[in-house]
């Protein structure tokens, strides 16, 4: 995850990178699935919610920061 003090390792360079999930994809698969579900639709046996490599060089990247808390 990518709290306050991971984010902080990562800035003093006690760690090179992250490897952040993606909160936001788990939060919109769920309300898909869930949509689904209600509507019959079925859903899928593995859904893929994404992650990123975060680095000092992308941490402020739009994108990333989806991933950042």
């Known amino acids: 995850d990518g ?3 991971q984010i ?10 992250l490897i952040l ?3 936001y994809g ?3 698969a769920t309300v898909v699935a869930a949509a689904r579900t209600i509507l019959d639709l079925g859903n899928e046996a ?3 919610s994404g992650y990123a490599w975060v680095t000092k060089l992308n ?4 994108v990333i920061q989806k991933f950042i808390y």
Do not use: A
């Open 3 to 5: 709290g306050e003090t």
């Open 59 to 62: 941490m402020e990247d739009t």
């Open 46 to 48: 593995f859904i893929d």
């Open 26 to 28: 788990m939060g919109y």
């Open 21 to 23: 999930q993606n909160p």
């Open 8 to 17: 902080e390792l990562l800035n003093d360079d006690v760690v090179d990178g």
